[in-house]
């Protein structure tokens, strides 16, 4: 009554890896697998088919469904059976996914097929076969299941592959800190902080923000030796809200003085993720501005839109505003300022407006019309624009310092803004 | 140690590498043999297979290697290689570790298929469970407990048992895991199952207490005494284990709350409320709580399941902005999220009124979502909010979704009847909307006047609608309707308008135009409708002429519905034209209808005023519970989990006192809650039929009220003890010295002690190990 297994698609819809289902018949993964295309096919856009797709009369008692995410071009199905919570479901996929980032970097259906063997022993240990996940803090994985390194790839070109493992997979969980292993050492000791902060909006056709959020994510990558113990303070901590944290972050200090006391893992991992919310002012205010009137005719219709730049300094970088056009829409014909690009891709519907980047208080333009087959067109209602800075973060939210105790050495460093933006603006 | 030495020479390596890999790479190019990359062995050609036997068998490990790569390649196809066990199973004693693992996932995939070789390298498995490396360990009981033979069942506990004892919290993790595949095996072997995890729950090591948790739903949901002991030390151990673990532990400890603790009361007095919460109830809630800042979001919903189900009123609120939180972690989860925030909005609303905005539909959510959404904003208006979700729901009647458009005019109506301030300004709304040009714009909007109509006649012009304008009376909403009849073009819209026309020749006229192109439904309502003239107005000439034409028509109809209809009206008001009197017409109001004893005219006229208010919530998943599947596909599933309701005394909370946090009660003091887990070890094995359910996961709370109903009867109860009390001492005695645990119990029979003295030599010996490594990893929070 849990996770039955896993299954990734390529592209096709055809399964590449699959955990072996042994409670169930084999026609129980694929039952699935055709359940999921036939839904995939049916639906108006293919992020329309709903994630939790229950599956009735698999052969076994009791109900089942297939939970599916997509990233890139794989999808990645959890199969479950039972009254379980798909979050539970999601939550393993999710895991299950940064694992194989963090081990193959690129995910592809080619870097799957090239580590498959890795791929199945990550299975095997990430997924008991009673369908509950058991190990899967990254850095313990690794004691147990070499990650596909150069090193390994040197030896077993030369042909003495099987040496390469007693030495580091001596003892699995011998560390006293789950998420961090025993004896790591780096020449140069350094830790980056990337803060990456999303803005996510919906603005009425006046420019009035209906409702606007900003939440950020630190990545951190560390690369120091030994077992340090840090402490991170911010300056500007307090319109922090919501947050959530590592398992390594020690939840008590960040609750009485906003600091992150933690001894971090090897590697990349995400050390907290917060909602900005500041104090007074309701709003974050969205960079730019958009107007933009669109007519509907008989059979097509046309757009007039203008978009300016609210920013002094900053520059707003691959700006990309999407109009769906609406059912039977069939071409379109626009003319642009200079330095942008449009496309309309007709299998989706979706008109492209594309800006690589837009200097301070600069404003471009859109001009166009669209044919469509419906007597009636019905275009979507609201422009979706979104964005990135460099450089920037709303909140502005600045470290204060690093303190490190437990090891002599003074690591280097670096702290990064990088701000997104999706924005709804309706017309 | 030689750990550090190559990881520092890995370091080294992957420096060097970089220049090594371009000189390797070259020199590799032609030499496929050598190929560093594995992608070659996903298209082994059908010779390479052939040879799959061969290499097997052969002395080099590179071989052998290579083959099980190939295996392993095959498999990922999808193609059944369980003709190589034999060849695989010899290799199982490989020195070399890569092999090992491989050839253990092979013979996990096939040793269901293939027992009977599996069966031949059970003494390598066993060899294996005492290896100084505890992932061979691991690895050796996880395939061991992988062969369904019953016959091994006995071989397969004794392992477990051996795995339970072990100094790695991994390797005991792994015998906590294979406890349930060994039970749905044999379930003869519960009684030695269940003390395996009693030793396991008494284990302090944080590792592989979720799976024991899971082991223990599995073996032995019913005996939740087991917890009592160990109760308050979960709870405080929650923090520091993995987030797989919280889940499990947290889900178990919800249903030993529920069963085991009392209900919190709330009593109301001079100023607010107060509430009285059980300290160990308390515990759970406040050493869950931290939790909420996980970041994995199956524990917040865990955390949120136990603040929701178990906590007091007023701990409510704190779920909140932690569902919240998880809508933003991506569309996936904002799906599943939602329906859950459903499931609590729909019991208490209030607690997500303020937070509205965030159910605010964008265009680019999933399908699903958008539902979800709409059902949540539809829950939450409020006085103070109706004014901007009625905003909302206009704009949302433009979009080009059609469900969306539904749900959002259904919603405007709804707003309506709930805020009567509103009134105005959704009937201005409902009535632009008949203008649009779109079909299932105009469609809704009719449908959802159509009940506002109706309702407001229910209120016999009293309340709401007609108090608030004249403009949008019932009667001046229905002669708008009617005079566009022939712009309304859906099916269901036109029927509603005929439906609702009670004096309008005119519209008559124009239906009965149009009668032979009109599907069924309208068809019907237009029949209706000449019928209904005609008994207000018996005497107009035209009327009967109309009326005569369309009985005809419908009478030589295709459909059968529209032909039966046609002949019951007619001969209705066969009887009716000459019955009625004709001072009678020229009232349009259904107020001044005062023939109300004229039964054709009941028949005909009633069922308007007959509405029951739809709230737009399903009846259906009322069942659903938080964190479950059935309140996401809102389906009712028959396999439901199911959460029992409060008890209502609690138990005695001295029965969670133990050596850890308090001075030891006397145990004996209370005879009855000490002997209760052994009524149910005894009934259990002499009767193994009562307990051992049929299903291999049996929904606990179900077998639990039989045992419960057992033990109501007190004599019963002793009588069964004590007849089985002799057996049960002694087998208790060989179960223990098989533990090697036999110091730590002097008495034979009196299990209760055992409980609880039992731990000490167990916390001494596991703590060797890890006490000074726990340390360190203690966490502050």
Same mark, same amino acid.
């Given at each position: 009554?849990?996770?039955?297994?896993?299954?990734?698609?390529?592209?096709?819809?055809?399964?590449?890896?699959?955990?072996?289902?042994?409670?169930?018949?084999?026609?129980?993964?694929? #039952?699935?697998?055709?359940?999921?295309?036939?839904?995939?096919?049916?639906?108006?856009?293919?992020?329309?088919?709903?994630?939790?797709?229950?599956?009735?009369?698999?052969?076994?008692?009791?109900?089942?469904?297939?939970?599916?995410?997509?990233?890139?071009?794989?999808?990645?199905?959890?199969?479950?059976?039972?009254?379980?919570?798909?979050?539970?479901?999601?939550?393993?996929?999710?895991?299950?996914?940064?694992?194989?980032?963090?081990?193959?970097?690129?995910?592809?259906?080619?870097?799957?097929?090239?580590?498959?063997?890795?791929?199945?022993?990550?299975?095997?240990?990430?997924?008991?076969?009673?369908?509950?996940?058991?190990?899967?803090?990254?850095?313990?994985?690794?004691?147990?299941?070499?990650?596909?390194?150069?090193?390994?790839?040197?030896?077993?070109?030369?042909?003495?592959?099987?040496?390469?493992?007693?030495?580091?997979?001596?003892?699995?969980?011998?560390?006293?800190?789950?998420?961090?292993?025993?004896?790591?050492?780096?020449?140069?000791?350094?830790?980056?902080?990337?803060?990456?902060?999303?803005?996510?909006?919906?603005?009425?056709?006046?420019?009035?923000?209906?409702?606007?959020?900003?939440?950020?994510?630190?990545?951190?990558?560390?690369?120091?030796?030994?077992?340090?113990?840090?402490?991170?303070?911010?300056?500007?901590?307090?319109?922090?809200?919501?947050?959530?944290?590592?398992?390594?972050?020690? #939840?008590?200090?960040?609750?009485?003085?906003?600091?992150?006391?933690?001894?971090?893992?090897?590697?990349?991992?995400?050390?907290?993720?917060?909602?900005?919310?500041?104090?007074?002012?309701?709003?974050?205010?969205?960079?730019?501005? #958009?107007?933009?009137?669109?007519?509907?005719?008989?059979?097509?219709?046309?757009?007039?839109?203008?978009?300016?730049?609210?920013?002094?300094?900053?520059?707003?970088?691959?700006?990309?505003?999407?109009?769906?056009?609406?059912?039977?829409?069939?071409?379109?014909?626009?003319?642009?300022?200079?330095?942008?690009?449009?496309?309309?891709?007709?299998?989706?519907?979706?008109?492209?407006?594309?800006?690589?980047?837009?200097?301070?208080?600069?404003?471009?333009?859109?001009?166009?019309?669209?044919?469509?087959?419906?007597?009636?067109?019905?275009?979507?209602?609201?422009?979706?624009?979104?964005?990135?800075?460099?450089?920037?973060?709303?909140?502005?939210?600045?470290?204060?310092?690093?303190?490190?105790?437990?090891?002599?050495?003074?690591?280097?460093?670096?702290?990064?803004?990088?701000?997104?933006?999706?924005?709804?603006?309706?017309? | 140690?030689?750990?550090?030495?190559?990881?520092?020479?890995?370091?080294?390596?992957?420096?060097?590498?970089?220049?090594?890999? %371009?000189?390797?790479?070259?020199?590799?190019?032609?030499?496929?043999?050598?190929?560093?990359?594995?992608?070659?062995?996903?298209?082994?050609?059908?010779?390479?297979?052939? *040879?799959?036997?061969?290499?097997?068998?052969?002395?080099?490990?590179?071989?052998?290697?290579?083959?099980?790569?190939?295996?392993?390649?095959?498999?990922?196809?999808?193609?059944?290689?369980?003709?190589?066990?034999?060849?695989?199973?010899?290799?199982?004693?490989?020195?070399?570790?890569?092999?090992?693992?491989?050839?253990?996932?092979?013979?996990?995939?096939?040793?269901?298929?293939?027992?009977?070789?599996?069966?031949?390298?059970?003494?390598?498995?066993?060899?294996?469970?005492?290896?100084?490396?505890?992932?061979?360990?691991?690895?050796?009981?996880?395939?061991?407990?992988?062969?369904?033979?019953?016959?091994?069942?006995?071989?397969?506990?004794?392992?477990?048992?051996?795995?339970?004892?072990?100094?790695?919290?991994?390797?005991?993790?792994?015998?906590?895991?294979?406890?349930?595949?060994?039970?749905?095996?044999?379930?003869?072997?519960?009684?030695?199952?269940?003390?395996?995890?009693?030793? *396991?729950?008494?284990?302090?090591?944080?590792?592989?207490?979720?799976?024991?948790?899971?082991?223990?739903?599995?073996?032995?949901?019913?005996?939740?005494?087991?917890?009592?002991?160990?109760?308050? $030390?979960?709870?405080?151990?929650?923090?520091?284990?993995?987030?797989?673990?919280?889940?499990?532990?947290?889900?178990?400890?919800?249903?030993?709350?529920?069963?085991?603790?009392?209900?919190?009361?709330?009593?109301?007095?001079?100023?607010?409320?107060?509430?009285?919460?059980?300290?160990? *109830?308390?515990?759970?809630?406040?050493?869950?709580?931290?939790?909420?800042?996980?970041?994995?979001?199956?524990?917040?919903?865990?955390?949120?399941?136990?603040?929701?189900?178990?906590?007091?009123?007023?701990?409510?609120?704190?779920?909140?902005?932690?569902? !919240?939180?998880?809508?933003?972690?991506?569309?996936?989860?904002?799906?599943?999220?939602?329906?859950?925030?459903?499931?609590?909005?729909?019991?208490?609303?209030? /607690?997500?009124?303020?937070?509205?905005?965030?159910?605010?539909?964008?265009?680019?959510?999933?399908?699903?979502?958008?539902?979800?959404?709409?059902?949540?904003?539809?829950?939450?208006?409020?006085?103070?909010?109706?004014?901007?979700?009625?905003?909302?729901?206009?704009?949302?009647?433009?979009?080009?979704?059609?469900?969306?458009?539904?749900?959002?005019?259904?919603?405007?109506?709804?707003?309506?009847?709930?805020?009567?301030?509103?009134?105005?300004?959704?009937?201005?709304?409902?009535?632009?909307?008949?203008?649009?040009?779109?079909?299932?714009?105009?469609?809704?909007?009719?449908?959802?006047?159509?009940? !506002?109509?109706?309702?407001?006649?229910?209120?016999?012009?009293?309340?709401?609608?007609?108090?608030?304008?004249? +403009?949008?009376?019932?009667?001046?909403?229905?002669? $708008?309707?009617?005079?566009?009849? =022939?712009?309304?073009?859906?099916?269901?819209?036109?029927?509603?308008?005929?439906?609702?026309?009670?004096?309008?020749?005119?519209?008559?006229?124009?239906? +009965?135009?149009?009668?032979?192109?009109?599907?069924?439904?309208?068809?019907?309502?237009?029949?209706?409708?000449?019928?209904?003239?005609?008994?207000?107005?018996?005497?107009?000439?035209?009327?009967?002429?109309?009326?005569?034409?369309?009985?005809?028509?419908?009478?030589?109809?295709?459909?059968?519905?529209? $032909?039966?209809?046609?002949?019951?009206?007619?001969? /209705?008001?066969?009887?009716?034209?000459?019955?009625?009197?004709?001072?009678?017409?020229?009232?349009?109001?259904?107020?001044?209808?005062?023939?109300?004893?004229?039964?054709?005219?009941?028949? *005909?006229? %009633?069922?308007?005023?007959?509405?029951?208010?739809?709230?737009?919530?399903?009846?259906?998943?009322?069942?659903?519970? /938080?964190?479950?599947?059935?309140?996401?596909?809102?389906?009712?599933?028959?396999?439901?989990?199911?959460?029992?309701?409060?008890?209502?005394?609690?138990? %005695?909370?001295?029965?969670?006192?133990?050596?850890?946090?308090?001075?030891?009660?006397?145990?004996?003091?209370?005879?009855?809650?000490?002997?209760?887990?052994?009524?149910?070890?005894?009934?259990?094995?002499?009767?193994?039929?009562?307990?051992?359910?049929?299903?291999?996961?049996?929904?606990?709370?179900?077998?639990?009220?039989?045992?419960?109903?057992?033990?109501?009867? !007190?004599?019963?109860?002793?009588?069964?003890?004590?007849?089985?009390?002799?057996?049960?001492?002694?087998?208790?005695?060989?179960?223990?010295?098989?533990?090697?645990?036999?110091?730590?119990?002097?008495?034979?029979?009196? =299990? =209760?002690?055992?409980?609880?003295?039992?731990?000490?030599?167990?916390?001494?010996?596991?703590?060797?190990?890890?006490?000074?490594?726990?340390?360190?990893?203690?966490?502050?929070?």
């Amino acid at each position: 009554m849990a996770i039955d297994g896993l299954v990734i698609l390529d592209s096709t819809g055809r399964p590449i890896v699959q955990s072996g289902f042994r409670s169930t018949s084999p026609a129980y993964p694929l #039952l699935h697998i055709e359940a999921l295309n036939d839904a995939l096919s049916k639906a108006p856009r293919p992020a329309d088919a709903d994630p939790v797709l229950y599956v009735p009369n698999t052969g076994i008692d009791g109900p089942s469904a297939c939970c599916h995410v997509k990233r890139g071009e794989l999808r990645f199905l959890g199969l479950m059976s039972g009254d379980t919570d798909p979050l539970y479901v999601f939550a393993f996929l999710e895991t299950f996914i940064s694992i194989l980032r963090d081990y193959f970097g690129q995910l592809s259906a080619e870097t799957l097929k090239e580590n498959f063997d890795v791929v199945y022993q990550l299975l095997e240990e990430t997924l008991d076969a009673g369908g509950h996940p058991s190990t899967t803090s990254i850095n313990a994985l690794k004691d147990i299941v070499l990650p596909p390194s150069l090193l390994s790839k040197v030896l077993s070109v030369a042909g003495v592959s099987g040496l390469a493992s007693p030495g580091t997979n001596s003892h699995p969980f011998a560390s006293p800190i789950p998420w961090r292993k025993v004896g790591v050492r780096y020449n140069s000791n350094e830790i980056f902080f990337d803060v990456a902060e999303e803005l996510k909006a919906v603005v009425n056709k006046n420019g009035g923000i209906i409702v606007s959020s900003v939440w950020g994510k630190v990545h951190t990558n560390c690369r120091l030796s030994g077992t340090p113990d840090l402490l991170l303070s911010f300056s500007n901590a307090q319109p922090l809200t919501d947050c959530s944290f590592h398992p390594c972050v020690r #939840l008590q200090r960040w609750s009485r003085d906003k600091n992150l006391s933690f001894v971090p893992p090897d590697g990349r991992f995400i050390l907290m993720e917060y909602k900005y919310t500041p104090g007074g002012v309701h709003h974050v205010a969205v960079p730019f501005a #958009l107007k933009a009137s669109v007519d509907c005719e008989v059979n097509g219709g046309s757009f007039d839109v203008a978009l300016t730049s609210r920013l002094t300094t900053k520059v707003l970088e691959n700006m990309n505003v999407e109009l769906y056009l609406g059912e039977g829409a069939t071409s379109a014909s626009c003319v642009v300022s200079n330095n942008t690009s449009w496309n309309f891709d007709p299998r989706t519907r979706i008109l492209h407006w594309n800006i690589k980047a837009v200097s301070p208080s600069s404003s471009f333009s859109l001009k166009g019309t669209f044919s469509s087959t419906a007597e009636q067109p019905r275009p979507s209602h609201a422009f979706r624009a979104r964005f990135e800075i460099p450089q920037h973060s709303f909140s502005s939210l600045k470290v204060d310092q690093l303190k490190i105790t437990g090891e002599m050495y003074k690591p280097y460093k670096g702290v990064r803004g990088r701000s997104t933006g999706d924005v709804e603006w309706r017309w | 140690m030689s750990g550090l030495n190559l990881e520092s020479f890995a370091e080294n390596a992957s420096r060097l590498g970089t220049r090594l890999q %371009e000189t390797i790479s070259e020199h590799t190019r032609d030499l496929s043999i050598a190929r560093a990359s594995s992608a070659g062995y996903l298209d082994t050609p059908e010779e390479k297979v052939r *040879l799959i036997r061969k290499q097997l068998d052969s002395n080099s490990d590179r071989e052998k290697l290579d083959a099980m790569k190939r295996l392993i390649a095959l498999i990922s196809k999808g193609r059944n290689v369980s003709e190589y066990f034999a060849q695989v199973v010899k290799n199982v004693a490989s020195h070399n570790l890569e092999i090992r693992k491989l050839v253990y996932i092979y013979l996990l995939r096939y040793a269901e298929q293939e027992p009977d070789l599996a069966l031949l390298s059970i003494n390598t498995f066993q060899k294996d469970l005492s290896d100084p490396n505890p992932l061979i360990r691991a690895m050796a009981l996880r395939v061991l407990s992988g062969i369904r033979v019953p016959m091994i069942g006995s071989i397969v506990v004794l392992a477990i048992k051996k795995c339970a004892a072990d100094i790695s919290p991994y390797v005991k993790k792994a015998a906590a895991q294979a406890i349930p595949k060994c039970y749905s095996l044999d379930s003869s072997h519960q009684p030695e199952l269940i003390t395996i995890i009693s030793t *396991l729950l008494r284990d302090r090591s944080p590792l592989p207490i979720g799976s024991v948790a899971v082991a223990f739903e599995a073996v032995c949901p019913t005996r939740l005494d087991l917890f009592h002991q160990h109760y308050r $030390r979960l709870c405080r151990t929650l923090i520091d284990m993995d987030d797989w673990g919280q889940v499990d532990l947290l889900n178990l400890l919800v249903r030993y709350a529920r069963t085991m603790l009392p209900r919190p009361v709330i009593t109301e007095d001079a100023d607010g409320q107060s509430e009285e919460v059980d300290p160990d *109830l308390k515990l759970l809630l406040s050493s869950a709580e931290p939790l909420f800042q996980s970041n994995n979001p199956a524990v917040v919903l865990a955390v949120a399941r136990a603040f929701y189900y178990l906590g007091p009123p007023s701990e409510m609120k704190k779920i909140v902005s932690p569902l !919240l939180r998880l809508l933003h972690i991506s569309p996936e989860i904002e799906r599943v999220t939602l329906s859950y925030i459903l499931v609590v909005a729909r019991s208490s609303p209030s /607690l997500f009124t303020p937070h509205y905005t965030s159910f605010l539909v964008r265009t680019d959510d999933i399908r699903q979502v958008k539902k979800d959404k709409m059902q949540l904003l539809r829950l939450l208006i409020s006085a103070e909010n109706h004014q901007a979700l009625l905003r909302e729901f206009i704009y949302y009647a433009d979009d080009s979704d059609d469900d969306l458009v539904a749900d959002a005019i259904q919603a405007i109506g709804y707003c309506a009847r709930l805020v009567p301030e509103s009134t105005q300004q959704c009937l201005t709304a409902l009535m632009s909307f008949i203008q649009s040009k779109h079909d299932p714009v105009v469609a809704n909007a009719v449908l959802v006047l159509k009940s !506002l109509v109706q309702l407001s006649l229910h209120h016999h012009q009293t309340l709401t609608i007609a108090s608030t304008s004249g +403009a949008y009376s019932p009667m001046a909403i229905i002669s $708008r309707l009617a005079y566009r009849i =022939e712009e309304i073009r859906h099916p269901k819209a036109r029927a509603c308008v005929l439906w609702l026309v009670e004096w309008a020749p005119d519209v008559l006229r124009k239906a +009965a135009g149009f009668f032979t192109k009109e599907t069924p439904y309208v068809k019907l309502q237009t029949v209706t409708l000449a019928a209904k003239l005609l008994v207000l107005c018996p005497s107009d000439r035209t009327l009967g002429l109309l009326n005569r034409y369309v009985l005809s028509l419908a009478r030589y109809d295709l459909n059968f519905d529209v $032909r039966d209809r046609a002949r019951m009206l007619g001969s /209705l008001l066969s009887g009716v034209t000459s019955v009625l009197h004709s001072d009678e017409d020229g009232h349009e109001d259904q107020g001044g209808v005062v023939l109300r004893r004229e039964q054709v005219k009941m028949v *005909l006229f %009633e069922g308007k005023q007959d509405v029951s208010l739809d709230t737009g919530i399903p009846v259906d998943d009322r069942h659903a519970l /938080l964190g479950s599947l059935s309140a996401v596909v809102g389906r009712d599933l028959t396999y439901d989990s199911y959460l029992p309701d409060w008890l209502e005394e609690g138990t %005695e909370s001295s029965l969670r006192d133990s050596e850890y946090d308090a001075p030891q009660v006397p145990i004996h003091a209370q005879p009855l809650p000490s002997a209760i887990p052994r009524s149910i070890a005894s009934s259990s094995k002499n009767t193994p039929v009562i307990l051992t359910p049929t299903g291999p996961s049996p929904s606990g709370s179900f077998v639990r009220q039989n045992g419960k109903s057992d033990w109501t009867d !007190l004599d019963k109860f002793y009588a069964e003890t004590e007849s089985t009390e002799e057996e049960e001492g002694t087998e208790e005695e060989a179960v223990e010295s098989d533990e090697e645990e036999a110091d730590s119990n002097e008495d034979g029979d009196s =299990e =209760e002690e055992e409980e609880g003295s039992a731990e000490e030599p167990d916390t001494d010996s596991v703590d060797e190990g890890k006490g000074e490594s726990e340390d360190v990893l203690h966490h502050a929070r």
